[in-house]
């Protein structure tokens, strides 16, 4: 096992609870679950084999193989430049869960996945398609064939 720096381990474990948000949020609960660092894994390495599984979601890093660049994490560039991709793989995915969910997990589904913050507090975010849960109260296409401007005249009632 790799001995991890107090920064170093605050670091990963803040980027460990991003991840897992993300996974959780897309659906992916297994995927959330293989968070931890393996055995023998260096830290760049790590930090590839998460953002890698998300990759596809960022045009930018879309088919690139972070497995070479986490390679080269030794040195100073290579680290800017692992920094940089996991920035934006992980940007590119909230983005695309905010704004176009429906893309990931299909039409009418609504997920709901639970995140904690730094501090511990749990909040429960929806994902999906709205009208998944809205349909259920909208009643049907109503045709309205004429509104009639002139309604005949009303005589009142005579009582004899």
Do not use: C
């Not at 991840?19 to 897309?26: D, F, G, K």
């Not at 680290?79 to 992980?90: E, H, P, T």
């Not at 975010?125 to 259920?136: H, L, Q």
């Amino acid at each position: 096992m790799i001995r991890l720096d107090e920064a170093t381990r605050e670091t990963l474990a803040i980027e460990e609870r991003r991840y897992s948000n993300l996974m959780q949020a897309i659906g992916d609960s297994d995927g959330a679950k293989q968070a931890r660092i393996l055995n023998g894994e260096t830290v760049p390495q790590y930090r590839a084999r998460l953002a890698s599984k998300l990759q596809h979601l960022d045009p930018q890093w879309k088919g690139s193989n972070l497995h070479s660049v986490a390679a080269m994490g030794s040195d100073p560039g290579g680290q800017v430049l692992l920094d940089q991709a996991v920035r934006s793989i992980y940007d590119s995915a909230e983005h695309t869960l905010r704004h176009n969910s429906a893309a990931i997990l299909g039409a009418g589904v609504l997920r709901a996945a639970s995140t904690t913050n730094e501090l511990g507090q749990r909040f429960t975010r929806f994902y999906g398609d709205p009208m998944a849960w809205m349909s259920t109260f909208m009643g049907g296409a109503a045709r309205v064939g004429r509104i009639n401007l002139n309604p005949p005249s009303i005589k009142p009632s005579t009582f004899e």
